[in-house]
Every structure is written in structure tokens, then in C-alpha cells.
């Protein structure tokens, strides 16, 4: 793919049988390191450590929203782990921003990136994307009426489970009612 950095993760799930009983493209901002760093596997090394590996809280949380958990309730390694290979992660940024998350992407960057984000919706073929942040959701151009776009707050800042939650099941049934029936 022309002008993609960062391949996306695609789970060993996503395109047969998964969790959803269609594709969701989970949609993060941007990476962020050391130029130096830039190669194609970045984000499914990032995926694999913090979301399978470890327990980190963004990816937790992101977890929780794609299986309908709240706050509350404690999710395990191997769930959170496993709900991953059910999906595909692409950050939409194609280079890094910097080495700290605070720094915002410059308007070069955000313009750059808008053909190979559209090169893997093409490839991908999501019936959802989970669009994680409020300004990636004003910045990612239209696309094709048969995909349910969900926008949600970006699970780093004052996150509420009970208001984001349904927004995204309620994408997911939406995008069921839209699919051909066999």
C-alpha cells in the first residue's frame, strides 16, 4: 500500500468468523518514538505487547468498549487479549508526532495520511470503524454510506464507559441491518 508507514493489525479473526459477525476497524490517532523507529510492523508490535501482552489502561479500555464492559467490571487477560485478533488497528497518522503523547499531529501530517487511511478501508473493507477521538473523527474524510462510522471520546481522557458504549453497539447493529442477507 502506497504511503501507508504503520501496516495496519489485522486479527487472525477479522475477516471470517468473529466476535461482531462483521469487520470493525478500530481507529487510533498516532504512534509516537523516535523517526528512527518508523517500520511497517510498528503497530501490530504495539498491539501485541500492550494489548495481549501487557495490561496497558488505553488498550484495556478499548477492549472494554468492543465487548460492552463498564468501569466496573474486571476483565481478564486472555478476554482482553483475545478480543483483539476479532478486529483491525490502524492508526491514522503515518508518521510519528513525536516522542511524547501530548504532542498534537501537525496539518502536514493529518493531510498526508489521508490517502493510505483510505488505501486500507479499501483493503479492510470495515463495515464499523471505532474512531477513537473527537478531533480523528472531524479530520478522517467521508466515506461510503455502507460504513457505520463511531465517534467516541478518546479513551485517554475522562472516559465514561455508559455514554460511549452504546454508541458503538448501536453502530454495530446498524451495520448489521445494512448487510446483504445471504
Not at 96 to 120: C, H, Y
Not at 128 to 154: D, T
Amino acid at each position: 500500500m502506497s504511503g501507508v508507514v504503520f501496516d495496519p493489525w489485522i486479527g487472525s479473526k477479522y475477516f471470517g468468523e468473529n466476535h461482531f459477525g462483521l469487520r470493525v476497524l478500530v481507529l487510533g490517532e498516532s504512534h509516537y518514538g523516535d523517526v528512527l523507529e518508523s517500520r511497517p510492523t510498528v503497530t501490530t508490535e504495539v498491539v501485541r505487547l500492550l494489548a495481549q501482552n501487557e495490561r496497558h489502561v488505553f488498550f484495556t479500555k478499548v477492549s472494554k468498549v468492543l465487548l460492552g464492559l463498564d468501569g466496573n467490571t474486571w476483565l481478564d487477560n486472555k478476554q482482553r487479549g483475545e478480543i483483539w485478533e476479532h478486529i483491525a488497528f490502524y492508526n491514522y497518522i503515518q508518521g510519528f508526532v513525536g516522542n511524547d503523547s501530548r504532542i498534537r499531529p501537525s496539518s502536514e501530517l493529518w493531510n498526508a495520511s489521508t490517502q493510505p487511511f483510505l488505501e486500507v478501508v479499501q483493503k479492510l473493507s470495515p463495515a464499523v470503524i471505532l474512531v477513537l477521538g473527537k478531533e480523528l473523527g472531524s479530520n478522517i474524510p467521508s466515506l461510503a454510506e455502507h460504513i457505520e462510522v463511531c465517534c467516541i471520546q478518546h479513551p485517554s481522557t475522562g472516559f465514561v464507559y455508559d455514554r460511549w458504549n452504546p454508541l458503538f453497539s448501536e453502530a454495530v447493529e446498524r451495520a448489521k441491518l445494512k448487510m446483504p442477507n445471504p
